[in-house]
C-alpha cells in the first residue's frame, strides 16, 4: 500500500499594508519587536565604537543602521490615532437570539 503525499502548505502573502487600527496583541508585538531593534542597534554601536580594524568597524556600523532603520519603520506604525481608527470602521451589527 502506497502512502499519499500532500503537497507542502502554501505560506500566505505578507499584507501589502499594514491595518488601520492596533490591537492590543499588535502593540505587545510591536513593543517586543521595537526592543529588539534597538537593543541589537546599541549592541553593534558600541562594538563598532570598540573596533579598530576599519573594515570591521564600518560592518558594524552598517548593522547598527539597519537595525535602527528597523526600529524607524515600527515606530511609523504605532504613529496612528487609534480612536479615530477605531471610530471610521464600520460597525458589525450584533444580532439578538
Keep these: 500500500m502506497q502512502a ?3 503537497p507542502p502548505a ?3 502573502a505578507p499584507i501589502p499594508v499594514p491595518p488601520r487600527v492596533i490591537t ?18 546599541k549592541k553593534f554601536h558600541f562594538f563598532a565604537q570598540q573596533a ?3 573594515q ?3 560592518a558594524l556600523d552598517k548593522a547598527g543602521q539597519m537595525h ?14 487609534n480612536q479615530t481608527a477605531m471610530a471610521s470602521l ?3 451589527q450584533q444580532s439578538s437570539q
Design 68 to 81: 535602527q532603520r528597523h526600529y524607524q519603520k515600527l515606530l511609523t506604525h504605532l504613529q496612528v490615532n
Design 4 to 6: 499519499t503525499m500532500t
Design 56 to 58: 570591521i568597524k564600518q
Design 52 to 54: 579598530q580594524n576599519p
Design 24 to 41: 492590543t496583541k499588535d502593540l505587545s508585538y510591536l513593543k517586543d519587536a521595537m526592543s529588539w531593534e534597538l537593543s541589537a542597534f
Design 90 to 92: 464600520p460597525q458589525t
Design 10 to 12: 502554501q505560506t500566505q
